[in-house]
């Protein structure tokens, strides 16, 4: 609790070009949650580098993405929004959590597996041990909850496992995190092949609609993606393409599912893609609008950067001294 108000944690990784799958399945819920709760929203740059980066690409990236944040509608006065490297608490309660976390848990994670698959010249140690960061994140501000896609579901299980383990020795030191996943967006799939999740870093470019993409690109992508011979706009398990698509209108259109398949009831599926693409293109255009006017405000951005790395630091020290006061750190002499 800080002020009486439950606390929520979420980030997202600076790699690649953020898709509406990031936008619908995290930052969506992150608007909805933001007054109810005090809300840290991190640009997790430590994480990053568990893939190699071009340095100044990833400088590059990471500070559009901490502008995106604020260009989504995220009141920077209100949410804390900040850098994870400018928060040191961030690393060190992440050793700790190393060892009270398990080779035998990390070994299960399937995003370490895909990731591993992906990057078989560079598995390092840092690419297994990401679940902990991702837990010494949530955990360092007492978190109650985390917006997150389903995606990162078993690294929340981990979180809570890690959380639990530490408090069964040392006492009620970590809130136990509830993880919170949106009732739709959660899972946004690629539009070439729904079977696979739309992903940052899918080679593909057709597959994705990224935050960015101009009104052009992101009607033609609808245009072309991949759907199936069925003719009929209903939300069933059988048509993965269709029921995708549904899931991002009913997402950039407060729409229930029940009420997309009246609407299109009879029409083909070029009047219904095109319909996707103008809900989406109406949710992303005043953002990027935003992002643009931000992004020449220098010196705002800056200040933003610096008063919320203080205070993320402030609320970071005190469950760190907490925490090494409980494993045996001898205090500090000040
Ligand atoms: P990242 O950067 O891959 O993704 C950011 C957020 O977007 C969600 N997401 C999706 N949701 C729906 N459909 C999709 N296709 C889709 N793709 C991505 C993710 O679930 C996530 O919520 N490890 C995390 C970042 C992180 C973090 C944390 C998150 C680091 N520490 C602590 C929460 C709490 C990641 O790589 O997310």
Known sequence: MIDGKKVLFSGMQATGTLTIGNYLGALQNWLKLSDEYECFYSVVDLHSITVRQDPAELRKRARA????????????????????SHVSGH????WILNCFTYMGELNRMTQFKDKAAKHADNINAGLFTYPVLMAADILLYQSDVVPVGIDQMQHLEITRDIAQ????????????????????????????????????????????IYLMDD??????????????????VRYREEQPGIHNLIDIYCACSNKKPEEVEKEFDGKGYGDFKTAVGESVVSVLKPVQEEFARLEKDKAYIDGI??????????????????????VGFPEKIR
């Open 65 to 84: 993405l901490l502008t995106l944040y604020i260009a989504a509608g995220l009141d920077p006065k209100k949410n804390c929004i900040y850098y994870q």
């Open 91 to 94: 690393a060190e309660l992440s």
């Open 165 to 208: 383990r530490f408090n069964a020795i040392y006492g009620d030191v970590f809130t136990i995190p509830e993880p919170y996943i949106g009732k739709v967006g959660a899972k946004i799939m690629s539009l070439q092949d729904p079977e696979k999740k739309m992903s940052k870093s899918d080679e593909n470019p057709n597959a994705s």
């Open 215 to 232: 009104p052009d690109t992101i009607m033609r992508k609808f245009k072309r993606a991949v759907t199936d011979s069925e003719g009929a």
């Open 305 to 326: 950067i610096k008063e919320n790395a203080e205070k993320a630091n402030y609320f970071a020290q005190k469950t760190l001294r907490k925490v090494q006061k409980k």
